[in-house]
């Protein structure tokens, strides 16, 4: 749910990174707290566990400048990826205005990426969203395996398991070096603007 | 969940009624955030909000209430009516305002934790009407 302040003339917007167990969704908030600018970031906020998996969320709130004199606020949330975690997902995308699902490229994480995607619709839905509706993009992080002995799915794959109905834009990345990584966030940024300003009639952007 | 639009009567009134209510009475600072962990207001002296990370504490607040509530629903409860933090100098209380609305009320030992209660009910509807009409 966004928020829209008038008088301040800002807008806040919630986008959260989904996707299965150590898909890398914390490592894109990392690289963006460290590419970005200070003044452009506020603190980012982890909530992990001894092993550095995510337990709660991570918060990572952003200015990204001015769009029709709006000051454009977002703030980047993780969930934890963990089957078990499935009440926790839930309370994080509580008013989420935007995704981005983040893709596994193991082989043998290829039923994971299925069942999060299917675990946040199923999760949209108990907040009476359907994901057809929301800002989302695709993020099949982790290429640079593709070079390596590990078996791993091709887009061709990943896009068949995942995109065939949504059909919408995905990303290719390396988070932890930071390919794609601003690709993904500039796309689902404009895509979460324009969403909520068209729904306000603010201005079309 | 709709998406909320303050305006700057919205927010002229909701200070008002909260610096009225609860800055006065000696709260350190008072939140007033949405369930999404938006801040809505932030009304209180102004080193204690420069001190403050405004956006972190909103996001964890709203994380903890949903959390406990759940926590409530797993004894047979609907949600519990009290959250409250007591630290060595600095005290938290969460008070739910209307159905998507949070009230965090930072304060020391010098307020009384019935005060605040007492006070958080009272603002309740008023706040609850502004925002959520």
């Known amino acids: 749910m966004a ?12 986008v959260v990174y989904y996707g299965p167990g150590r898909c890398g969704k914390t490592t894109n908030l990392l690289y963006i707290h460290k590419a970005m600018d200070e003044k452009d970031r506020g603190k980012m906020l982890t909530i992990d566990t001894k092993g550095d998996r995510t337990l709660f969320f991570d918060l990572l709130p952003l200015n990204l400048g001015k769009i029709s004199g709006f000051d454009i606020r977002i ?16 309370l994080v995308l509580k008013g989420v205005d935007g995704l981005v699902y983040v893709a596994d490229p193991l082989m043998v994480r290829r039923e994971r990426n299925i069942e999060g995607l ?9 907040h009476n969203v359907k994901l057809e509706n929301m800002p989302l993009v695709l993020q099949y992080n982790k290429r640079d395996l593709c070079d390596t002995p590990i078996p791993t799915l091709t887009v061709e794959q990943l896009e068949q398991d995942l995109n065939s109905q949504l059909k919408t834009v995905y990303y290719e990345a ?6 794609g990584v601003f690709e993904t966030l500039t796309e689902i940024t404009k895509r979460t603007v324009r ?8 201005t079309k952007i | 969940m709709a998406d909320i639009i303050i305006t700057a009567q919205s927010q002229e009134k909701a200070g008002n009624l909260i610096v009225n209510a609860l800055i006065k009475a000696g709260v350190r600072t008072a939140l007033l955030i949405d369930s999404a962990g938006n801040v809505l207001a932030n009304c209180g002296h102004e080193q204690q909000q420069i001190d403050i990370d405004a956006i972190s504490l909103a996001a964890l607040a709203a994380a903890s ?11 047979g409860e609907d949600d519990f009516s009290l959250l409250f933090h007591k630290g060595k100098s600095g005290n938290i209380h969460f008070g739910r305002i209307g159905e998507e609305l949070i009230l965090i ?8 934790l019935g005060l605040i209660r007492c006070r958080v009910a009272e603002l309740s509807d008023g706040l609850a009407q502004i925002f959520e009409g």
């Open chain 2, 105 to 112: 009320t930072i304060f020391g030992d010098d307020v009384s």
């Open chain 2, 65 to 75: 209430l949903a959390a406990t509530s759940q926590i409530a629903k797993l004894i």
């Open chain 1, 3 to 14: 928020l829209i302040d008038l008088s301040k003339k800002e807008v806040h917007c919630k």
């Open chain 1, 195 to 202: 969403h909520v300003a068209e729904k306000h009639l603010l």
């Open chain 1, 75 to 90: 703030q980047l949330y993780t969930v934890p990826g963990q089957v078990m975690y499935e009440a926790t997902r839930r």
């Open chain 1, 118 to 126: 299917e675990d946040l619709r199923r999760n949209l839905e108990k």
């Open chain 1, 174 to 179: 390396v988070a932890t070096t930071g390919i």
